[in-house]
């Protein structure tokens, strides 16, 4: 098919679609109206669940079921990025230099390293109280690990980053939710149904297995992040193509091993200010 | 006028199809893909809004005291915003070994398969 043809077909369906929608939308129930069947309905079962955050309430006590399946699919996607993202046969891992960081970069990202990774902690954990829970307070906390990386670098965050342990940890919240499901069971009732006991209302132990389930997915989600990251920097500043096509480290090619000697990507920060230039930044396109 | 987001999240989904189908770059093609998929965020909040309505957590205010927007919408947005990215990150890892294999992230001259 010729672009030209191409684009008509694609006219041709954008024109339907877009008038379908703009028939359509005169059905759909006036925005902002007061009639929401659903939401009444949750909250209230949310409040006799004694979940002070109904959101939390819908996703892991009414709904919790399909819960599991969008976590099912972000595990598999994770494991396919690892997959993918491997390194093959003709590829291999050149060490990361160490690079220098202005003063107030380092300073800055170490102090909100802490910090960063305390409110990842404190969103999962207040998940069935305030807004937030294991899905927001898992990517706070992984992109608070990756700060090191930015007041450091690469290798500093190696140092503390096991991706084996990570990838153990991506699989037990994952176990953990499903076993957390099997509960219910036990108890003879349906398959993640909530069968411990609720707590008072407003407190961090209430709302019997949301929290549970909550810090389940909040270990899954955390360690997916950083999981993926790994690959995604590994890819990035490490693994660089041998043999001839050298593309992604020019002057490195032949003679495996000499790590020492991979240009410092594109970044062409050569101000001269902070010790050697930081190694793989935005770098090997 | 009371179908305006309606018609925005449509909008956005059109937008995002046309940057899939015209585009010449698997990342730009995967930022298109990522489009389409906020069209859904917008048409799903834009369902649980209620006027006047307040987030529905009682953290701070008493249950029954004031209208909450629907939170079921919210829960769907909050597993489809996560399951998004993710899903985002296998198709760029994708996309990684596509330009690693074949020289080329356009989609036009990926016409051949290759072992």
Known sequence: ?285 | MSVLPYLVAGWLFLAGCVGMATSRNLIHAVGSLAVCQSSTYVLLLAVGYRRGGTAPVHSDIRPGSRPLVDPVVQALTLTDVVVGATVTALLLALVVQVAKRHGTVDPDELRELRG
């Open chain 1, 1 to 285: 098919m010729s672009p030209r043809t191409r684009l008509w077909v694609l006219a041709c369906g954008v024109a339907g679609v877009a008038a379908l929608l703009a028939v359509t939308v005169w059905r759909l129930p006036p925005f902002g109206g007061a009639r929401h069947p659903y939401g009444e309905r949750a909250v209230e079962a949310a409040l006799a669940s004694r979940v002070a955050n109904a959101v939390a309430s819908v996703n892991f006590d009414q709904r919790a079921f399909d819960t599991l399946g969008e976590q099912a699919i972000l595990f598999g996607s994770v494991l396919g990025t690892v997959v993918v993202l491997r390194q093959t046969r003709d590829e291999r891992r050149v060490e990361p230099e160490p690079a220098g960081v202005a003063g107030p970069v380092r300073r800055y990202a170490l102090i909100a390293l802490p910090v960063v990774l305390l409110t990842g902690v404190y969103v999962v954990a207040h998940g069935q109280l305030s807004p937030g829970g294991g899905f927001q307070g898992g990517v706070v906390a992984a992109t608070g690990l990756h700060l090191l990386y930015v007041a450091v670098d690469y290798r500093a965050l190696k140092r503390v980053r096991s991706v084996h342990l990570f990838t153990l940890a991506d699989a037990a919240g994952e176990a953990g939710y499903l076993l957390l499901g099997t509960g219910g069971l036990l108890a003879g009732t349906a398959y993640l149904t909530d069968v411990l006991p609720l707590g008072t209302f407003g407190t961090l132990a209430s709302g019997g297995t949301v929290p549970l389930l909550n810090a389940a997915i909040g270990v899954e989600v955390a360690a997916a992040v950083v999981v993926l990251l790994a690959r995604f920097l590994d890819q990035a500043i490490e693994i660089v193509t041998s043999g001839e096509e050298g593309d992604r480290a020019p002057g490195t090619d032949g003679a495996p091993g000499t790590g020492g000697a991979r240009p410092a990507g594109g970044t062409g920060r050569a101000d001269g200010a902070d010790g050697p230039h930081r190694t793989g930044r935005g770098g090997a396109g």
